[in-house]
């Protein structure tokens, strides 16, 4: 709808950006690179940040820099995840049925990846998403998994996407045993003023954008409001831009920018 009123190709603020084309700030290509080290190492990790930061969008980006000649990649995200119910997705992921008993799922699981490792050197990359939600019993069966041949080495690599709750979890005496296997950890943050005005730069340039569409005051409106958080700025300036081109505006300013949000976003 507003797009073709501001002569724009692709919708700049959507969640379905290619991933080559995101905006890449100093802190996710220091987190790219981490995670890059975790899957050659076979290492475990734990991302965390406050929501809206990204943290699946990394994994996105991550998840495409991999060599799939070298890497399987293995997703999960769900909140009531059980040890069984993790073998199973990940065992089905790998085209096969798991066995009914934890145990014996997890030694199925251990047992392919050996497998694939072996015979078609494939490292297994798991990345296991809102983590800040699993249960003890869940975060405790991470810290089993990673065992193998007497703890000589770890059977894939492990990483563990959550807010930052799940952090503050990690650090209660409960979870000592877990905390002291992480060996890399990741803290996803807000963007500063000139990030955020650089990440909706970047957006509105792959969108086709060949001139600006919001003024300075209009930035910085929207990053008082989002407080740098990449979810919230793709919400309001999408509202903006809609608001824009229903009212014929070439140019979004402070002031419309605060209409939209006292009308539209209160």
């Known amino acids: 709808m507003y797009e073709s009123f501001y ?29 890059e080290y975790a899957a050659e190492r076979q290492l475990f990790a734990v991302i965390t940040g406050d929501c809206g930061t990204g943290k699946t969008t990394t994994i996105r980006r991550f998840a495409k820099t991999l060599d799939p000649a070298k890497y399987r990649i293995l997703y999960l995200s769900d909140s009531k995840l059980t040890p069984r119910h993790f073998y199973k997705g990940m065992l089905e992921q790998l085209g096969y049925e798991s066995k009914f008993y934890r145990g014996d799922a997890k030694r199925q699981l251990h ?27 869940m975060l405790e069966e991470v810290r089993f998994l990673l065992n193998m041949k007497m703890d000589a080495e770890s059977p894939m690599a492990l990483i563990l996407v959550g807010q930052n709750e799940l952090w503050d979890r990690l650090h209660l005496q409960a979870y000592t045993a877990i905390r002291q296997r992480i060996d890399l950890q990741c803290k996803l943050s807000h963007y500063d003023r000139a990030e955020a005005q650089s990440y909706m730069k970047q957006h509105l340039a792959y969108s086709g954008a060949t001139s600006d569409i919001f003024s300075d005051q ?23 831009l809609l608001y824009g081109s229903q009212n014929g505006h070439r140019i979004i300013d402070d002031r419309m920018v605060k209409r939209v949000i006292e009308g539209e976003l209160s």
């Open 111 to 137: 047992r392919e990846i050996e497998l694939m490792r072996g015979i078609h050197q494939l490292q297994v990359v798991v990345v296991v998403d809102e983590a800040h939600l699993l249960d003890k019993e």
């Open 218 to 240: 209009a930035i910085d409106d929207i990053y008082r409001y989002s407080s740098g958080a990449a979810r919230l700025i793709n919400k309001l300036c999408t509202h903006c």
């Open 7 to 35: 002569g724009l190709s692709h919708t700049p603020f959507s969640r379905d950006i290619p991933t080559d084309k995101l905006y890449l700030s100093s802190i996710l290509e220091e987190t790219l690179g981490r995670l």
